[in-house]
């Protein structure tokens, strides 16, 4: 059985701290885009627009990780969570211990993965 007030309360700290990531690489993102301005003008190597890809790519990890944190709160909520959202078979405690926002079994996990 899942204790889904653990649950609960592990998914909020991850997703305070997926949104926390989330703030810190868009001020990241912005120092990047700033510098980069002044860069251009000072040079051409284009190093800081690798920068900026990077920020920004991290950045839509960050948020993609807080999305599937909060949709697993909607189904804690719902009393869904620990199902696999594919398959409907349950997901493994040792498998939601590690990845806690996984909507998916191992199974379809791996499938999602090619
Ligand atoms: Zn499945």
């Known amino acids: 059985m899942i204790q889904t007030n653990d649950v609960a309360q592990r998914l909020n700290e991850l ?3 997926a949104l926390h990531a989330v703030a810190s690489l868009e001020e990241e ?4 885009l700033a510098t980069r301005d002044v860069s251009d003008l000072l040079d051409d190597d284009g190093a ?3 920068d900026v890809e990077d920020s920004l790519h ?3 990890q ?3 990780r807080a999305q599937a944190i909060d949709e697993a709160l909607q189904r804690v909520e719902d ?3 620990g199902t696999c959202i594919t398959c409907g078979s349950s997901i493994s ?3 939601l211990d590690a990845l806690p926002a996984t909507p998916y079994c191992v199974t379809c996990a791996g499938r999602h993965n090619h």
């Open 15 to 17: 997703r305070a701290a």
């Open 29 to 32: 993102t912005r120092e990047a």
């Open 48 to 50: 800081s627009e690798v």
């Open 58 to 60: 991290l950045q839509a």
């Open 62 to 64: 960050a948020e993609a």
């Open 79 to 81: 009393g869904s969570y």
């Open 93 to 95: 405690g040792e498998r």
